[in-house]
């Protein structure tokens, strides 16, 4: 049987996702932050993660890629409420292959497990056409975008943890924060703390 984990820091969501899904495989575990999701899918090795992407602590994109960097066998959902070009490319790009939008739950969270189980990317025709057309609208320069190191430390900054404190979660440096800090704001032209929580509210990175 299919052993699934989900990650949301929301009660409800968590709630409505097992009620949909524990009828027809095992529910192995939950998880209300990153952190906790990599802990588990670790520790359990499940063969899907539902994950949301706008976990505290550690994001749905870092999550992603540490669960695949160290359990390769797992296959990653993202379970969210947006639908932005650059998020669902960073979230391919960190290794998942499933994307399913909140709104569409209903009508195709099933198809997408079964997708991922037998290891089959999933996503709805929604998703593939932002994808399509961002790929023919895209410009020809390279835009100066945050990495998505850059982007998980500035979501630990909008939520209030210290450098020290985001070293720890990250289980980096603080001088490496400080240096991925300095660029995501000299990249962002920003120059206090408080123009990047704005940036993280507004850009979605956390919710506000």
């Not at 009828?23 to 192995?28: A, G, L, Q």
């Not at 969270?109 to 037998?118: F, M």
């Not at 490496?176 to 993280?200: F, G």
Request: include cysteine.
């Amino acid at each position: 049987m299919t052993r699934i984990l989900i990650a949301d820091d929301h009660d409800v969501v968590r709630s409505g996702l097992r009620s949909i899904l524990e009828s027809r495989w095992e529910i192995v575990g939950e998880a209300t932050n990153g952190k906790e999701a990599i802990r588990k899918a670790i520790e359990l090795k499940p063969d899907v993660a539902v994950l949301d992407y706008s976990l505290p602590l550690i994001n749905g994109v870092e999550a992603t890629r540490q669960i695949r960097a160290r359990v390769p066998t797992v296959e990653i959902l993202i379970f969210t409420m947006h639908d932005s070009e650059g998020l669902i490319h960073d979230l391919l790009e960190a290794g998942a292959r499933g994307y399913l939008l909140k709104s569409d739950a209903k009508c195709f969270l099933v198809n997408a497990i079964e997708s991922l189980a037998a290891h089959r990317p999933f996503f709805t025709a929604k998703v593939s056409e932002t994808l399509l057309e961002s790929y023919l609208t895209r410009p020809t320069a390279t835009e100066t975008v945050l990495t998505s190191r850059e982007r998980s430390v500035v979501q630990l900054i909008a939520e209030g943890h210290s450098n020290k404190q985001i070293a720890n979660i990250l289980s980096i440096s603080v001088k490496t924060v400080e240096t991925h800090r300095a660029a995501a704001m000299r990249k962002l032209n920003i120059s206090s703390a408080a123009a990047l929580v704005r940036y993280a509210v507004r850009n979605r990175i956390v919710e506000a």
